[in-house]
């Protein structure tokens, strides 16, 4: 190895890389740079990685957690920023990057850009359709309102509503500026529209998002799409109140009713308490009025069909002719309904003289007196055959008795519940049974279910003595 050679210095590479990274920090410790982002990444941490590009190169770049905190606008891919920071490297990689410090859009014109290409995009998925809108109550118990709880946005609003018609207003507080914002302003819509119905905070029957003016940086959380999106699915109606009359964000698009100012959407809420009274009081006279002027219309027609009506006089006189001309010629008919009463029962009873009432009347005693001679002799031959019948029948049932059966010899059989039995095959040996007889019942056990039992052998005659007085055994 050469001297020249051996006299060179020899770095790690550690130091090689801490030498450079003081080199580019040193050279390059506080640049700003304009460029076009890309490849926005939001690490879990709050860090916020991402490059900053042109036509020709691209520089990689992090913003740390609490410089990300303080940004006015969400970064996204595609909109052209200037950042301020120091240029370092990241001996891991070997590569250098940009650590950035404060970073905002390029001017208004590149924030009009994104704001024009979100509007379409969401105007495309039906978020600004027209048909969605919900109609604003005409009159609220609750009004709820997202805005921030100091400044005089909600002091403004409180006050209209109660100079108007005093009515329950409930804030969820929020941020309204910074990268926080956005996700505060969904969250509490969202919030108001998963409150229960009848549960301890009452839910709002309108929505209230109110900001103050500011510039377009001020009023971007508006523009966000999780906050444009939270607007289009309230079910709650949402009224946007957002900067000035001439400020434009897309919540507006998105909301039920654009308010110009945080008052004008206190005066959408609620209708004047006193207007209303005077409205209801006119109209309450308008209705004495008209109901008078309908009474004094029918009084009149009344009195102008009374007039067409004949007199009752005129009505009841030919009726009361007619009653007096019945009444007379009621007292002649009468009479004449007496006289004819009067001779037909006379006719009638011209026919029945006194001997042949005698006459009949002797008959009928004759024949009652044959009739009673005649009854005690019927009584006994009807009484005689009914006995003759009832033998016969009793002496039909004693032929089927089974106790008649059974006094010629015969056994009724019954198993161990008293139920009858008719075959003997159904009997298992050693079942017990009862055996009724003609004379008295006896219990008996089965002791073969199936053969006859054998005849008993005939006991042999005793043998003769052998001789010599020995018996045989056989």
Excluded: C
């Amino acid at each position: 190895m050469s001297d020249a050679a051996s006299n060179i210095h020899e770095y790690t590479v550690s130091e090689l890389a801490g030498a450079l990274k003081r080199t580019v920090e040193d050279a390059y410790g506080h640049v700003r740079v304009r460029g076009e982002l890309g490849r926005v990444v939001v690490a879990k941490s709050g860090h916020v990685y991402f490059d900053m590009k042109d036509e020709r190169a691209v520089i990689a770049s992090v913003m740390w957690k609490g410089q990300a905190s303080t940004l006015r606008f969400a970064p996204e891919e595609g909109l052209e920023v200037v950042a301020e920071g120091k240029l370092s490297t990241y001996p891991g990689r070997s590569q250098y990057q940009l650590i950035v410090e404060r970073m905002e859009p390029a001017g208004a014109g590149a924030l009009m850009a994104l704001l024009e290409a979100r509007k379409k995009k969401l105007a495309a998925e039906g978020l600004f359709d027209p048909a969605r809108k919900q109609p604003i109550p005409y009159l609220p118990q609750v009004i709820g309102v997202v805005t921030s709880p100091t400044g005089a946005v909600i002091r403004d609003i409180l006050h209209r509503i109660a100079d108007r018609f005093p009515r329950r207003v409930i804030l969820w507080p929020v941020l309204v500026q910074g990268e926080q914002a956005a996700g505060q302003i969904a969250a509490a819509i969202t919030g108001f529209n998963n409150l229960p119905e009848g549960g301890p905070v009452p839910r709002p029957d309108v929505l209230i998002v109110a900001r103050g003016g500011g510039s377009i940086e001020d009023l971007w959380a508006f523009n966000e799409e999780v906050v444009v999106r939270a607007a289009a699915a309230s079910r709650i109606p949402l009224i946007s109140a957002v900067g000035h009359e001439t400020d434009t964000t897309l919540i507006d698009f998105a909301s039920d009713r654009r308010a110009p100012t945080p008052t004008g959407a206190a005066e959408m809420a609620v209708p004047v308490r006193a207007e209303l009274m005077t409205q209801a009081g006119g109209l309450g006279q308008r209705l004495q009025t008209a109901l008078l002027r309908f009474i004094d219309r029918r009084r009149t027609e009344l009195k102008s069909a009374a007039r067409a009506l004949p007199k009752p006089d005129s009505l009841l006189a030919p009726l009361r002719q007619r009653f007096d001309y019945a009444a007379e010629r009621l007292s002649p008919a009468l009479r004449a309904m007496i006289t004819r009463r009067r001779d037909r029962l006379a006719a009638v009873s011209g026919g029945l003289r006194p001997a042949a009432l005698r006459r009949d009347l002797a008959d009928r005693r004759r024949r009652l007196a044959d009739a009673a001679a005649r009854l005690p002799a019927a009584f006994r031959r009807g009484d005689d055959r009914r006995r003759s019948h009832l033998e016969a029948l009793a002496a039909r049932l004693n032929s089927v008795n089974y106790e008649t059966v059974l006094s010629r010899g015969y056994v009724l059989v019954r198993d161990e519940a008293g139920a009858l039995v008719r075959a003997g095959s159904a009997l298992k040996a050693g079942q017990a049974v009862q055996l009724q007889f003609a004379d008295a019942r006896r219990a008996a056990r089965i002791e073969d279910g199936g053969a006859a039992p054998k005849p008993a052998a005939k006991a042999k005659a005793p043998s003769k003595s052998a001789p010599g007085g020995q018996g045989s055994l056989f």
